[in-house]
């Protein structure tokens, strides 16, 4: 919207120079004209600006009780984002980031890598993570999902080492830990939602978990010697996953936003749940109070007698 305001501007000047040589006469009209645009743009292209910093300085206004919410999709912003202000400014940092970097070289890595070798390289990454993966079973007090992963584990890094997943066919599929779901299958309040720098949407329990979980990285140790190559299999690795929804990214609509943050929070939630041994179908992420009461009023008006 600013650079809209500028471009008008921009353009308006120019007519009325242009205007200017070719009618002397016209001088103080279109020199008045210019001036009043000139003022009027600076303040209406500023006026996101204040409205934006306005908003992030309404962040003060956030108690310690704010961040103490378990947040899941069906709250208000208010409750289950917070700190939304903030987070929409880091939002639109990770946006330009993706839409001049990250995008452009996931499609390329797309349309040049083959699948066969993008699902090799995939496989051989979560196979490296079911050690993790167990460990974080194990600490949930599923040791026989535990077993499964070790198996896992051991099944396809003696067959193909990790490149290809025979587990699978036999039976064993791969369910993904990490130590924020862990921390949220013994209740642990994930706190108010957060987008972190580059990363993207999380959460404070997520946010811990995944700098534990990158601590708990075979590849740091593995490479330990050597942060170039342990940062470019961390690049590749964003990638890849940048690769993956290429395909699903225009679904979304309206507010991006909201729309991810959303998502994020009913699949966390769900995943969690799912480890709880919750049934799937009973487990609800959209506020139904109010279509209760609505319900309750239309019953009550379609039993009353129509006269």
Same mark, same amino acid.
């Given at each position: 919207?600013?650079?809209?305001?500028?471009?008008?501007?921009? &353009?308006?000047?120019?007519?009325? =120079?242009?205007?200017?040589?070719?009618?002397? !006469?016209?001088?103080?009209?279109?020199?008045?004209?210019?001036?009043? %645009?000139?003022?009027? @743009?600076? !303040?209406?292209?500023?006026?996101?600006?204040?409205?934006?910093?306005?908003?992030?300085?309404?962040?003060?206004?956030?108690?310690? +009780?704010?961040?103490?919410?378990? @947040?899941?999709?069906?709250?208000?912003?208010?409750?289950?984002?917070?700190?939304?202000?903030? +987070?929409?400014? &880091? =939002?639109?940092?990770?946006?330009?980031? !993706?839409?001049?970097?990250?995008?452009?070289?996931?499609?390329?890595?797309?349309?040049?890598?083959?699948?066969?070798?993008? #699902? @090799?390289?995939?496989? =051989?990454?979560?196979?490296?993570?079911?050690?993790?993966?167990?460990?974080?079973?194990?600490?949930? #007090? $599923?040791?026989? $999902?535990? @077993?499964?992963?070790?198996?896992?584990? &051991?099944?396809?890094?003696?067959?193909?080492?990790?490149?290809?997943?025979?587990?699978? $066919?036999?039976?064993?599929?791969?369910?993904?830990?990490?130590?924020?779901?862990?921390?949220?299958?013994?209740?642990?309040?994930?706190?108010?939602?957060?987008?972190?720098?580059?990363?993207?949407?999380?959460?404070?329990?997520?946010?811990?978990?995944?700098?534990?979980?990158?601590?708990?990285?075979?590849?740091?140790?593995?490479?330990?010697? +050597?942060?170039?190559?342990?940062?470019?299999?961390?690049?590749?690795? #964003?990638?890849?996953?940048?690769?993956?929804?290429?395909? %699903?990214?225009?679904?979304?609509?309206?507010?991006?936003?909201?729309?991810?943050?959303?998502?994020?929070?009913? $699949?966390?939630?769900?995943?969690?749940?799912?480890?709880?041994?919750?049934?799937?179908?009973?487990?609800?992420?959209?506020?139904?109070?109010?279509?209760? #009461?609505?319900?309750?009023?239309? !019953?009550?008006?379609?039993? &009353?007698?129509?006269?």
């Amino acid at each position: 919207m600013q650079h809209t305001h500028y471009y008008l501007c921009a &353009t308006l000047l120019a007519v009325s =120079f242009a205007s200017t040589v070719q009618a002397n !006469d016209e001088l103080s009209t279109t020199a008045t004209s210019d001036a009043s %645009v000139s003022e009027v @743009a600076p !303040d209406e292209s500023s006026m996101s600006q204040v409205s934006r910093l306005e908003s992030l300085k309404e962040l003060k206004n956030v108690k310690a +009780n704010d961040l103490k919410v378990n @947040a899941n999709a069906a709250q208000p912003d208010s409750i289950k984002d917070p700190l939304e202000a903030l +987070n929409r400014e &880091t =939002f639109a940092f990770n946006d330009f980031l !993706d839409r001049n970097f990250a995008r452009p070289v996931a499609v390329q890595y797309k349309t040049k890598v083959p699948d066969s070798v993008r #699902g @090799a390289y995939r496989s =051989f990454r979560k196979n490296l993570n079911e050690p993790w993966n167990a460990v974080n079973q194990l600490v949930q #007090g $599923r040791p026989s $999902r535990a @077993a499964k992963s070790l198996g896992r584990f &051991t099944i396809n890094t003696v067959t193909t080492l990790g490149f290809a997943d025979p587990a699978r $066919r036999l039976g064993l599929d791969m369910e993904e830990e990490g130590f924020g779901t862990t921390l949220g299958y013994y209740s642990v309040p994930s706190g108010p939602y957060l987008v972190l720098p580059i990363i993207g949407p999380s959460t404070f329990r997520d946010g811990i978990g995944f700098f534990v979980d990158g601590q708990a990285r075979p590849q740091r140790y593995m490479f330990d010697n +050597n942060d170039g190559i342990y940062w470019s299999d961390q690049m590749l690795r #964003g990638i890849d996953a940048r690769a993956q929804i290429l395909d %699903v990214e225009d679904v979304l609509q309206g507010d991006r936003y909201a729309a991810i943050r959303d998502i994020y929070l009913q $699949r966390k939630n769900f995943e969690i749940a799912q480890k709880q041994g919750l049934d799937a179908d009973n487990i609800s992420f959209v506020d139904e109070e109010p279509d209760d #009461g609505m319900d309750d009023t239309q !019953d009550e008006d379609s039993s &009353t007698p129509s006269e």
